[in-house]
């Protein structure tokens, strides 16, 4: 590959530009995982990541992608032949329930259409149908990556407990996190999974379970086969700052350096960042005159926007028409949205002229590969960023 002088615009929803505080931070010498200074940091991180989960309890951290951390919320809490409520949001809702069917657990499956989030009374049905309790947990992806949708996770919450229901409740916020707003401990979650290479920055290898009282007590009587995934081993080891097994060590100086960066913003202002660039970015799409995949504005999601190509245009194209032109990457469409959708990512280290950039990008796009459109997209969304306050 030649030399591509300037930034590579990472605008896939996922992994998310890595800051150079963050890159600087993981390049430094690997330590003793069994030492004082290791213990240290671990104490720190053990200490400081629940913040971004909106929780006071302990969060488990893995070396792992975000798919490791849904094995290991279902392997922790439930046994082989449960029932699981699971919602067809779209690509990630299905991979997870797919986990689920391997580890032999039955999945009652709301379906979708990979447009809107999950529906509150549909779970709530549901949960009052299943007056044995045989449903043992309700998994829901809070942002569906592949759709730029977001579930209202607090209605799901209100729903589960107007149907008296005692199942789990299990949140999936892998590209939600540090972007979306979320609370673990107000909206009663009890396994909330999480991931490295999103909001929070880092490069891929990290996951997380931030769990609940109520999950702790299940995981105690639960017989799924589990190892690696073993919240008690890991607990334990970090009740003295340390992890059964090696961890991921420059991950975790990433990790530092991320919720240090974090702190600083202030996460109230990052996910009024990312807000604000879901706003300008959806402007931008209208102006265009092309849609919006999300149908209800209620669930539109802050960190990435789907934008769909009207028929006899593929998405696929201009997103290597774009990557060649403008080293600019896109989200592509997943599964069954492959060519009819490309994805926007807008969160993580980013900025107003950043997502100007991408925009502009876009829009050339669109202009070279004689997709219909107007070329007003770029102009709204710097009216749109101008007119906020508190820009970055
Ligand atoms: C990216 C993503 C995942 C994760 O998986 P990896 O195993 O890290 O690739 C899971 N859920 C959602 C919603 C995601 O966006």
């Known amino acids: 590959m030649p030399y591509r002088a300037g930034r590579h615009f990472l605008q896939i929803p996922g992994p998310t530009n ?36 909106g929780t006071v309890r302990p969060v488990v951290i893995y070396p792992a992608s975000g798919t490791g951390a849904w094995e290991a919320a279902l392997v922790n809490t439930l046994s082989a032949g449960d029932r699981v409520l699971m919602a067809e949001t779209g690509h ?29 009374a549909a779970v709530e049905t549901r949960l009052v149908e299943d007056g044995a309790h045989a449903i043992k947990a309700v998994c829901v992806v809070h942002n569906e990556t592949s759709t730029g949708v977001a579930s209202r996770i607090p209605l799901v919450r209100h729903a589960i407990d107007h149907a008296r229901h005692p199942a789990l409740f299990m949140v999936d916020t892998v590209s939600s996190l540090a972007s979306i707003d979320y609370r673990h401990d107000e909206w009663s979650v009890d396994v909330t999974v999480g991931a490295s290479q999103k909001g929070l920055m880092l490069p891929p290898g990290l996951s997380f379970n931030a769990v609940s009282e109520k999950a702790l007590a299940a995981h105690a009587h639960a017989t799924l086969p ?100 403008f080293d600019l990457s896109l989200g592509v469409g997943l599964a069954k949205l492959t060519g009819t959708v490309f994805r926007i990512g807008h969160l993580g280290d980013l900025n107003d002229l950043s997502l100007l950039g991408t925009l502009a990008g876009v829009e050339m796009g669109l202009a070279l590969v004689d997709l219909p459109h107007e070329a007003r997209g770029v102009d709204a969304a710097m009216r749109y960023l101008e007119g906020c306050a508190g820009s970055a």
């Open 92 to 120: 990630f809702a299905t991979l997870w329930k797919q986990i689920a069917v391997k580890l032999g657990l039955e999945v009652d499956l709301i379906p979708g259409d990979w447009r809107h989030g999950v529906d509150p």
């Open 18 to 53: 890595v800051p150079d505080r963050v890159l600087r931070a993981m390049a430094q010498p690997t330590i003793d995982h069994r030492g004082p200074e290791f213990q240290a940091l671990g104490h720190e991180l053990l200490d400081g990541i629940g913040e971004v989960f």
């Open 226 to 325: 589990r190892a690696f995934w073993d919240w008690s081993a890991v607990l334990a080891a970090n009740e003295k700052g340390f992890f059964p097994y090696t961890p991921a060590t420059n991950l975790l100086y990433g990790l530092r350096e991320a919720l240090a960066m974090l702190r600083a913003e202030g996460l109230p202002n990052v996910i009024a960042r990312h807000a604000r660039h879901a706003e300008a970015t959806r402007r931008a799409v209208r102006a265009w005159g092309l849609e919006v995949l999300c149908v209800n504005p209620d669930e539109y999601s802050g960190s990435i926007t789907a934008v769909m190509t009207p028929s006899g245009h593929d998405a696929d194209h201009l997103r290597s028409v774009v990557l060649d032109r």
